[in-house]
Each structure stands twice: as structure tokens, then as C-alpha cells.
């Protein structure tokens, strides 16, 4: 499973992508608003940061004004993957976009049939929203397992990319369904490595490494 990070702030995507396994990064309008920059500054930073997709999402919704924001956000790196909502006019747009060879993210998506559509419209990326889902007593989770049903079913190509990730839980079930991409906030990403187990059995291997007085090297 590939992991981005959902975030706009260069100082965390750098030190994860630092760590070797960032595969992309996914931005939004709200991430954009936290992080305080200026679009196209902030996201041309983060292309140079990543080499994998960078998702920077339209704020038009019709058809003419996506297909305009997309030509503009293309421009700012060969790594750019346009966002469009899971819409009529998003979806139209995919398909115009993907037939055109951009890669393309559909956000937005809360149901398995609004899933299907998107990758009937060449989607490289679904985006489902866990997190949110979640949130109003529905089960996220579930929606991963049916959208990976149904692109199996068909054998569609668009990557399921698990969204609004709240926890490290999110990213094991994500992982245990075969969903293909996980965009987690970097507290979670982080998250992924601890276990008290860890830091307890380290702990004691440098304790008797210690008292043994060897040097491993100069
Ligand atoms: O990038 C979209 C998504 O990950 C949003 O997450 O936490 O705002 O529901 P959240």
C-alpha cells in the first residue's frame, strides 16, 4: 500500500519523504487555508519535495471553469494530480482530463455507486472519505471494501485511495482490505511506527550493550 500525507506544510512532508516512504501528497482547499501560503508557492515547493502525485484540487464547479483551474494547476509540476469533486461536471472533467493523460483524484466520495462512476470516468485515484463517514455513524471502513468489490468485479484501475484517515486503525484495515493508497495526516503516519514493546526492547539492548563495553567501529 502506498502512503501520501494529506497536508500542505513543507516542514512535515519534508521529514516524512526524508524517511523514504512517501509516495505522494494530497492538498485541498481547507489545507491550503491552514497552511497560510499562496497556492501555486506552497504546491510548487511540495512538487520538489515528493517525486509521486501531488493532488491539488479545483475550486470551480462547472465543466469549463475545472477544465481552466486544471490547465492552470498542470502547469506547476509534471507530478501534478488534479482534484475534482464527485460531481456531473468533476466527473465530465475526469474523463476529459484522463483522456488528455493528466492523473486525476475524484474527491468527495461517501458511496460505492458514486465509486463505480468515478472509475467508469477513468479516475486514476477514488478518494472515500473514512474519517467523515465515521463521523455521522456510517462505517467507513465498509465503503472500502465494497469500492475494492467492485473494481475487482471489473478489474477497473483506479486506485482506491482512503481518505479523511483519523487513526492508525484506519491505516491497518486499509491495508487489510488491499485499498491501494493511504493519505494519512502526518501525526498519524508518525503514529504508525510506535509500540511500547519497542521502545522497552530497545531500551534494554543498549542497557546490556553498555555494560558489555564493546564498540561496534571506531
Ligand atoms: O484530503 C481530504 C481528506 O483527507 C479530508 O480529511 O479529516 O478533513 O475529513 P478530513
Redesign the pocket.
Known sequence: MKFFV?TAETREIRELAELGLLDGV?T?P??IMKAGRDIFEVTKEICDLVDGPVSAEVTATDFDGMMKEAAILAKIASNICIKVPLTPDGLKACKALTDGGQMVNV?LCFSANQALLAAKAGASFI?P?V??LDDISNDGMELISEIRTIYDNYGFETEILV????GVNHVKQAALIGADVA?VPPAVLWALFKHPLTDKGLEAFLADWAKTGQKIGA
Open positions: 494529506d494530497t485541498n481547507s489545507l474527491t478518494s472519505f474519517g467523515r481518505a479523511s484517515v483519523r493519505t
